[in-house]
């Protein structure tokens, strides 16, 4: 079930640290390899010697002792995934702040694996703004939170705020690791959304674009443990948590931030819907009507990104392009292909009903540089994302 995974396991102080000897015995028995790491206040609800028979491992406490360092570097590098179990108040609002005052800390800050949180505490503690504020935040980390209990507590009340059971955290592992992590490592830059050209301070010429399939295919990528960064114009959509964005409003600032990123990334995708023209002298006044009964603004070719990408593209990088036409449609995306010298060209058609800007679904037709098509039924935003990373992650493996 979990065989060959490697769990780091962080105690923090918390009644519910009892429990963590249950958990480490349900990981080894799951075939997993388990260390612990304990903060000093745990070290008093459970004892050390138990958790190292358990696990079959030393157990860390200390960021130092008189003659040895603890590398937590190395512990946050060793790991698949953290758990934190039981997640008490006082740990969740330095991971909130990123303190780092013990070998816990350390090892989270630096830890490069997924962080999954059991919390551990009493109801009011637990409804407390702070702390609900503290769990969100660490969520907008990219860490995950395993739900608390409803029950008995250990101040006597009953209510939310018991840590979740041992059995519950371990199947929540298990559901975690059966999701395929095939871009474990891999980082994914995205571009998303319309761009707006400004025309004065009041104006700008945009487009339609939701970026919604953009962030569909974010949240994928981070799903399948990627590190995915949107560059996005202007959209009113949510971003998934975990997902880093750098907001853009026009080409240009989109080109520029495309291209800083560009060489530290393994797959660029480009879904944003680019202006194909800027205005050439922007107004820094509100420009005035006059009496005249027409008037022309003159536009000038803004740089294609995809195009500049491709052209500067290595062997082990991967760029996706999208084509969204009218008519001609598989000639077209052929062309676009070729010119902007992409591996793959996502083509949808506005002649198919709910494909295109602002719906929740698309019609999509992959063509590689292999040759290969591939043509998909319409399905949800999210559904097509994961198509098309299926259809990347199978062409790198071929
Ligand atoms: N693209 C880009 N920069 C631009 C224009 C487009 O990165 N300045 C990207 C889009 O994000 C998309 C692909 O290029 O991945 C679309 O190609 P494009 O030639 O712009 O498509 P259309 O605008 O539909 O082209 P045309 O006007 O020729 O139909």
């Known amino acids: 079930m979990l065989k060959g995974k490697k769990i780091l ?20 028995k799951a075939g997993a390899e388990v260390k612990v790491i304990l903060t ?31 590398n937590h570097v ?14 008490s108040c006082n740990t969740l609002s330095k991971m909130a702040a990123g303190a780092c005052d013990n070998l816990l800390m350390a090892v989270y800050l630096s830890s490069i694996c997924k962080v999954v949180v059991a919390p551990a505490m009493d109801e009011d503690m637990w409804l407390h703004p702070s702390t609900q504020k503290n769990i969100e935040t ?8 395993i ?14 705020g018991r840590m979740a059971e041992p059995e519950h955290i371990l199947q929540w592992l298990i559901q975690y690791f059966e999701i395929n992590q095939d871009l474990l490592h891999k980082k994914v830059m995205i571009t998303a959304g319309p761009t707006y050209e400004k025309i004065d301070p009041v104006r700008f010429i945009g487009n339609y674009s939701s970026g919604k399939m953009g962030i569909a295919l974010a949240d994928e990528c ?62 820094n006044e509100k420009i005035k009507k006059t009496d005249t009964q027409s008037f022309v603004l003159e536009l000038e ?20 392009g999208f084509a969204l036409e009218t008519q001609n449609e598989t000639a077209n995306a052929q062309e ?32 590689d540089k292999n040759g290969d098509v591939k043509a998909f039924e319409q399905k949800s935003k999210v559904a097509v994302a994961k198509d098309i990373i299926n259809t990347i992650i199978n062409f790198t493996h071929v």
Request: aromatic share 6%; glycine share 8%.
């Open 9 to 28: 396991l962080g105690i923090s102080g918390s009644i519910a640290a009892y429990k963590s000897a249950m958990l480490v015995r349900l990981l080894i």
């Open 40 to 70: 000093p206040s745990a070290t008093q609800f459970v004892a050390p010697l138990t958790l190292s028979t358990l696990s079959k491992n030393d157990t860390y406490s200390a960021l130092s002792t008189d003659e040895t360092w603890s």
């Open 74 to 87: 190395m512990l946050g590098r060793w790991a698949d995934i953290m758990l934190i179990a039981p997640l």
């Open 138 to 145: 660490i969520k907008t980390f990219g860490n995950e939170v």
């Open 147 to 160: 739900p608390v209990g409803n029950g008995e507590l250990a101040s006597g009340l009953t209510g939310p």
């Open 222 to 283: 981070k799903r399948r443990g990627a590190t995915v960064t949107l560059i996005c114009g202007p959209i009113s959509q949510h971003i998934p948590a975990g997902v880093e964005t750098i907001h853009v409003e026009s080409a240009d600032e989109m080109y520029a931030a495309c291209h800083q990123l560009f060489p530290q990334t393994d797959i660029a995708i480009f879904s944003a819907a680019v202006a194909d023209f800027k205005v050439k002298q922007q107004s």
């Open 301 to 320: 070719r803004n740089k294609d990104i995809l195009q500049s990408i491709g052209a500067i593209k290595q062997a082990h990088q991967l760029v996706i």
């Open 336 to 367: 676009k292909l070729k010119s902007k010298n992409a591996d793959f060209i996502v083509l949808n058609s506005l002649n198919d009903k709910g494909a295109g800007f602002g719906h929740d679904t698309n019609k999509i037709t992959i063509f």
